[in-house]
Every structure is written in C-alpha cells, then in structure tokens.
C-alpha cells in the first residue's frame, strides 16, 4: 500500500519533472516498473483527475485536480493569506515586486508574489523553490533557526547558482549573524544577474521564523552603486514587523533585534 | 575574396552594426522566447541596449577598436536591464581591454578576445555548457572558431564555423531544464524552449562572420 503510493507520488514528479507529456512505456523506463504497474497506477491517478490522458498523442500529462490542491495548499497558508494585503502595500509604496517565502528543506518556497506595478510582463513565481543560501527571503529565515537547524542548512547542498553565490559554509554563517544582528538580509546578484533582494523575517508566537517577506528588482535600483535603498529597506521590515505582529510574534521579535 | 589579415575599428564598428540591425529585426522573436522562462524583456533590452551602443560608435567612430569595444560594453552595462546587460556588456568591455590599446589585431588574437569574453561570462554567471545560457552557444562557437584557424581557414571560414556551432548550440538548449538564471528555480516550465540569451549569442557570431566577409570584399 506505501510503496502504491510512493510510486503514484513518482509518476507524479516524473510528468512534473520537465517533459510534460509521457506514455506508459516512457514513464515505466524512467522509474524502473513494469508497464502493468505504471499502468494500473496511472489509471488510479486518472480516476481522481490527478493526471489526464492527452487525447491526440495518448500520452499523460498532469491533471486540473493538481492545480486545486495548489491552490488549497496556498489557501491554507496561513503567513500567505497574512501577507496579502502587506504585500500589496509594500509593493505600492516600494514601486518593486515583492515575493513571500517559506522555508522548505534546502530552498525557500515562494507562497505569494505581487508583481511590479508597472504594467511589465512578469512571470508568477508562485511555487519557485530558490536554493536558501541564495535569496535574502532565504537567509532571512534561516538566520533565525536554532543552531542545530543552521548547522543542518550548512551541510546541505550549497549550489552556485551566480558568480556571487555564496558557497563556503563558513561565509555563510557569518553573513547569517549580522542578519540576525541587523534584522534583515540583502541578497545582490546571488540567484540571478542583475537582480537584488532585500528580505526581514515574520516571527510567529514561538519566536520562529515561519518565512520571509522581500523586495526584488535590478540591482541598480535596490543597491545603487553598491548601497542598499534605506528607504525601502525601511519599508521591508516595517512590513515584516507588521505581519510577524500579526501571527502574535511581535514582542518576541522585538527580542531578536 | 582577399585573406583578411589585419582588423581595426572599422572592423569592430561593422560587427555593431550587423549586431545592432540583427537584434532589432529580430527583437520579437527573443522577447517571445524570454516570455516563456523570463520578463519577455531580453529582446526590448537587448535592442537598445546595442541600438545606443552603435549611436556612440557612430559618433565617435575613430579610436582604436579596443577602445571601442570598451565602449560597446560599457554602453550594454548601463543600458540593459536583467542579466543580459552585465553578461554581454562585461564580456564585450573584457575583449576591448584584452586587445590594451592596439590599433589593429589578426585572426588568432579575436581568439583571445573571444576567450576573455567567455571567461567573464563564465565568471559572473558561474555557468557550463549545458546550463542553458549564453555558454551554450558561446563555448562551441569560440572552439570552432579555434579549429578552424588550425586547420588553415581565414577569419571568414573561421567565423562562419563559429556561427554554425553557436547555432547547434542554440539549438541543443531546447529540451533542456535551465539550470542557472531564473528559469533554474521555475521548476520544469524551461524545458521545450530555447534560451533566448543562446540565440542572441548565435545572432552575435552570424554578425561577426557578416563583418568578417565585408573586410574579405567580393
């Protein structure tokens, strides 16, 4: 019965995985069954509309029910659904985008994302897991974990994902004390080129990091000549004040700083 | 068709104008690629940005072609937004410096200046052939290039090599998973489409092997 449902879950992560479309035989290669047990599988998957059947080609691709678990998983988020309204404002005031991350595992994952308010086209980061060493949302969280946890973190893999990426643990670490000591994380050009981050943390009731509320846009403009925008800055973690009070974090917060 | 053997800033103001023309004919299709993984913005930036560099060259059109390189990049640095900008602006600004005042240069020391581009890149952007970026095209089209010198082509034949492996470059990202940029961190949705910053690599070295055949003549 667990094994039934660990390969569905492998099937799953197979279609999602880059390939949008694969067959029966395909999907039983690449995971290592046999065609009878991909395919009894597969029909399950069917049944609930977890994965659908691409009537032209024969092959599966994954199913419309996928995106309501998403957006139920979203829903009941309870720092995205906080974050709304914060966002929104902080995207108005700051005239950049903003994105909400929780940490998961080795990356921050990206619940809420409001775009620059400037009528470009951008594409919606919502689900994007950013390795955590490399995003300010990420380190801002992680500078709040408890030393077993940083410690975890550090011996995780660490990607370059830029030349700037910061890689040796040792760095790492003490980039996260003067987070810690400072309030907030800056991240420039350490995911992608030319884009700068800056990130504070929401502290909930225990005093735990839940994730992170950012800032993101070019470089030029966050980190003019080198130096972080105070005035947005100071908006960030106004806004991560005003969300951590929110989930009751607060005082504790107060504590940190 | 006469050997080349010698380029100067003549030479380096062609190839921008090649460039400069190419990106903006073909600015939608980029942008169109970018839309898909990116901001849809690499075919917008990249037209201006090598429209106002080409305006400065025109301007100024008589230093040394280090020189203007320089300016080409410096001009890509400040007026290309993303990652394109610092990638193409940094790595056309190394090849000028690369040639440190020279007035003219051969076919084996663009070689060298190509290879001081792809290393710039490679130092920024920490990126492999196979990441789907730039390095895709680029790091095939500089090592054809180089075969082609070795086994006795002139700088046409060297450079037309360069642009056919770009292009078999460009087109290998296809079905690959981005593994630097934004697009890495986007889950699968990169895969099935082409690296825009691949394709505007291949149209440099289709503009740089146009440049190549105007100093041969007919």
């Known amino acids: 019965m667990i094994q039934s449902v660990r390969r569905a879950a492998s099937i799953l992560r197979e279609l999602g995985a880059g390939q949008p479309r694969l067959g029966i035989t395909e999907l039983a290669d690449r995971l290592g069954l046999a065609k009878a047990t991909v395919y009894g599988l597969i029909r399950a998957l069917e049944e609930d509309e977890l994965v659908e059947r691409d009537a032209e080609t024969g092959k599966y691709r994954l199913g419309p029910a996928l995106l309501q678990l998403g957006n139920a998983f979203l829903d009941g988020h309870e720092l995205r659904a906080r974050s709304l309204l914060w966002a929104d404002s902080l995207a108005t005031r700051t005239s950049e985008a903003v994105r909400v991350g929780v940490p998961n595992r080795w990356n921050i994952l990206i619940v809420h994302h409001v775009f ?20 300010a949302l990420g380190k801002a969280t992680a500078a709040y974990r408890d030393e077993a946890g940083i410690g975890e973190l550090l011996a995780g893999p660490l990607p370059r994902l830029t030349g700037r990426t910061i890689v040796e643990p040792a760095e790492l670490r003490s980039a996260l004390e003067s987070i810690r000591h400072e309030g907030h994380a800056v991240e420039d050009q350490e995911a992608v080129i030319g884009e700068a981050e800056l990130a504070a943390p929401v502290i909930d009731h225990d005093g735990h990091a839940v994730g992170a509320i950012g800032v993101v846009g070019p470089v030029e403009r966050l980190l003019p000549d080198g130096k972080v925008r105070e005035d947005v800055l100071a908006a960030v973690k106004e806004v991560a004040r005003g969300l951590s009070r929110d989930l009751g974090g607060v005082r504790r917060f107060a504590n940190h700083r | 068709m006469g050997r080349v053997t010698q380029l100067d800033g003549g030479f380096v103001l062609r190839w921008m104008r090649e460039m400069a023309g190419d990106i903006h004919d073909q600015r939608d299709f980029l942008t169109q690629l970018d839309a898909a993984i990116g901001d849809a913005d690499h075919g917008i930036n990249m037209d201006r940005g090598f429209a106002a560099a080409l305006a400065k060259l025109e301007a100024e059109p008589d230093g040394p072609p280090g020189d203007l390189l320089e300016t080409v990049g410096t001009t890509l640095v400040l007026s290309v937004g993303g990652a394109a900008g610092p990638l193409y602006g940094s790595a056309i600004r190394q090849m000028g410096r690369a040639l440190d005042g020279a007035k003219t240069f ?95 690599t291949t149209i440099l070295f289709d503009s740089l092997q146009r440049a190549a055949a105007w100093e041969a003549g007919p």
Do not use: C, F
């Open chain 2, 106 to 200: 051969d076919a084996e020391t663009l070689l060298i200046l190509l290879r001081a581009g792809l290393e710039e890149v490679q130092r920024l952007g920490a990126a492999q052939v196979g990441d789907k970026t730039i390095v895709d095209a680029l790091t095939p089209a500089i090592e054809a290039y180089e075969r082609g010198l070795r086994s006795g082509d002139d700088l046409v034949g060297a450079t037309s090599r360069a642009h056919a492996a770009a292009e078999e470059g460009m087109r290998a990202t296809i079905p690959l998973q981005a593994r630097k940029g934004r697009a890495s961190y986007l889950g699968a949705r990169s895969a099935g489409h082409q690296d825009p910053g691949a394709t505007s």
């Open chain 1, 116 to 135: 620059r308010p400037d009528n470009s086209v951008q594409i919606l980061e919502v689900g994007a897991a950013i390795p955590w060493h490399a995003s």
